[in-house]
């Protein structure tokens, strides 16, 4: 939920999330929720029970990165987790129905990327005002937590991404592979975030696994891999 990547491809997409996070909190597996109006799938927060990436079989998906547009001073607590009010999105039936119905009030600091049948949008919640920005489905974007690291670091991983995808015209596997190679959390970042000089110690948090969404002519594959390669899955929904 830290890094995100949108790459679009010949067939549809290619949309892909780092979890970084404290290793207590890793997922150990992809939940499949049945609701009224859809089927659900996504990797579950261990502690929270919610989720930072989540795909439907009606073709909408949400992802969460933490923070908006700067770090912010978390408060002791909050109306409900963010990765609650992620899978909330689906309760209701369009995009535009989510920004009006739902009380954000009391939710802290988030980025949500939203996919809701070849809508794409972009929310930021900064406590006091969301802030919609629709996205342009054929263009290269990407995200990262502003809790972890700061502009330069993005803009400095966008560009060498960018390059990337120019060149190579990547697979769902290769955007993975760079993804775990690539944009993996690194202390360094969260030091520069910071604004220290010395090597933080003790740090529990790294990017424990990696989630990927691709669109194809005949459906999607939705595929979740553990870092430790403990555990890789892929659910293909036609």
């Not at 491809?9 to 207590?24: A, I, L, P």
């Not at 989720?51 to 001073?73: D, E, M, Y």
């Not at 110690?201 to 005949?218: D, F, M, P, R």
Request: hydrophobic share 35%; net charge negative.
């Amino acid at each position: 939920m830290c890094t995100v990547s949108f790459v679009p491809t010949k067939e549809g997409f290619v949309f892909s999330s780092n979890r970084d996070e404290d290793v207590s909190r890793a997922a150990n597996r992809l939940v499949e929720q049945v609701n009224e109006s859809c089927t659900l799938y996504y990797p579950q927060d261990e502690l929270a029970k919610g989720s930072w990436i989540a795909f439907s079989n009606t073709n909408r998906f949400v992802c969460i990165l933490n923070g908006a547009f700067k770090p912010h001073q978390r408060k002791e607590t909050y109306s409900m987790s963010r990765g609650i009010m992620a899978l909330s999105f689906f309760d209701y039936p369009s995009i535009s129905k989510f920004i009006e119905s739902f009380e954000f009030n009391g939710v802290e600091p988030f980025t949500l990327i939203l996919f809701d049948n070849n809508e794409f949008s972009e929310l930021r919640w900064d406590e006091n005002e969301l802030h919609h920005k629709k996205l342009a489905l054929d263009e290269v974007h990407l995200w990262s937590s502003c809790t972890l690291y700061t502009t330069q670091w993005w803009e400095k991983r966008s560009v060498e991404f960018a390059d990337f995808v120019a060149q190579k015209s990547p697979t769902q596997q290769d955007i993975i592979k760079y993804h775990r190679n690539k944009l993996a959390f690194e202390p360094l970042a969260l030091q520069d975030r910071i604004g220290v000089s010395e090597p933080l110690k003790g740090l529990s948090i790294e990017t424990t696994s990696v989630s990927s969404i691709a669109q194809y002519k005949k459906g999607f594959s939705f595929q979740f891999q553990r870092m430790d390669d403990s555990i890789k899955l892929t659910k293909v929904i036609d």
